[in-house]
């Protein structure tokens, strides 16, 4: 698959768990200033400018009853959340169906299928629905759905970004604490933290290869990255 729909954490959830997250891997990252758009305690995430909303934003992924019996309360996997469990099943019942080839677990082909799934989740409900599509294919844009941007990133596995580790939550790589390597491209980023042309997101990603610390190992491709309508839920 090379186009297709996420369930990923809001914003403001990404935002409140990287605290969480930071504080207790202890980041070496400044405490008393706020470079590029990376939380901080002193600052709420209404208050930042660029909210991150690309692909690396732990999407819904597929479990099924035998990883409930095995790997539940193991710690040796990130694990559903109760009120999301049930809609971590339906990709999964999903997934299943897929060719044996096809690895993209957590992307969903159809929006039918994607609602179906969103309306499992409970309360508190802290997701939304993205639409993405690898640019150097041939899937053809949904149009219809509101565009948020552009980003290098993995269109697979872990769907890391380029962006979001080195200007948002970084937590792989890391960043630069002064805040200068990549400050002429976060000066670029959109109110989502993405980019508003495939050019500029080319530009930023030659750039961010061309430090020895960042991401090397992947195939980086540029993700078109699109709102879906909130659908109603049943929760």
Known sequence: MTAGYLIVKTYERKYR??????????????????????PWKAKPSKTYDKQYRGVSRD??????????????????????ADNELEAHLAIGRLAKLKDDDDDLTD?????????????????????????IR?????????????LLGYEPAYFEGDWFSTISDCMCF??????????????????Q???????????????FLEHYLSFDWTE?????RLIEVR?????????
């Open 59 to 80: 999407p819904l992924f597929s479990w099924d009853d035998r990883d409930d019996e095995i790997f539940r309360g193991s710690g040796l996997v990130v694990e559903p």
């Open 107 to 131: 992307l969903i082909e159809s929006y039918d299928d994607t609602v179906v799934a969103f309306n499992l989740l409970k309360a508190p409900i802290e997701r939304e629905i993205i639409w």
């Open 134 to 146: 690898d640019m150097e294919s041939d899937s053809p844009e949904k149009a219809e759905y509101p």
């Open 17 to 38: 768990e990287y605290l969480e997250l930071r504080e207790k891997m202890n980041y070496p990252l400044p405490i008393d200033k706020t470079i590029y758009s990376i």
């Open 189 to 203: 980023l959109n109110k989502h933290a993405l980019f508003d042309t495939p050019d500029i997101a080319k530009a």
């Open 216 to 220: 090397h190992v992947g195939e980086f």
């Open 170 to 187: 970084p937590v792989w790589h890391g960043t630069d604490s002064e805040g200068t390597n990549f400050k002429e491209f976060n000066d």
């Open 227 to 235: 709102l879906v309508n909130r659908v109603q839920s049943n929760a």
